[in-house]
């Protein structure tokens, strides 16, 4: 993991086309293992805003970012719509990681996407847990095809 927070993630961010002063948006952020790389990336000039239902891995985000010197990281609860307080066309790449699965109104979400990425933001989709996926399948209504096509019928490309 100490790994993953000071060197790997931050080059698999950069390998996403993650780039200094760009503004990002974690959605389903958890305790924040995409959101320190991110912000490390981003740099003082971006922003990474996080974004969970879970108070509690909102608040160990924030004593992980705190203890890594990032000041970058804005942390938001997630509301029951999956609705972000951020202005339209103001992120230039959203995560989507291992989050998925747990939402069952997932149209909504991609509808909101679309609301606050940029012209030319970036949609990045982890799926973690999909039907066919050992020993985790019983947590995902869907294949990884199937996910593909709804994002894409979401008119994302």
């Known amino acids: 993991m100490e790994e993953w927070f000071t060197e790997d993630g931050s080059l698999f961010m950069q390998s996403i086309g993650l780039q200094k002063g760009q ?86 979400l991609y509808e909101e996407m679309h609301r606050v990425l940029k012209i030319k933001g970036f949609l990045s989709v982890y799926p973690k847990h999909c039907k066919s996926d050992f020993p985790m399948w019983c947590l995902a209504d869907l294949e990884i095809n199937e996910l593909i096509e709804e994002i894409e019928a979401a008119k994302f490309r």
């Not at 922003?47 to 804005?74: C, F, H």
């Not at 719509?81 to 959203?94: E, G, H, R, T």
């Open 23 to 108: 503004y990002v948006l974690d959605f389903g952020c958890g305790d924040g293992y995409y959101t320190i790389p991110a912000g490390a990336v981003v740099g003082n000039q971006g922003k990474v805003y996080a974004v969970d239902k879970d108070e509690g891995a909102l608040r160990k985000l924030s004593k992980r970012a705190k203890t890594t010197g990032l000041d970058n990281i804005v942390l938001m609860k997630c509301k029951r719509d999956l609705k972000v307080d951020l202005p339209n066309a103001s992120i230039d790449l959203a995560l989507l990681y291992d989050v998925l699965h747990y939402i069952q109104k997932r149209k909504g």
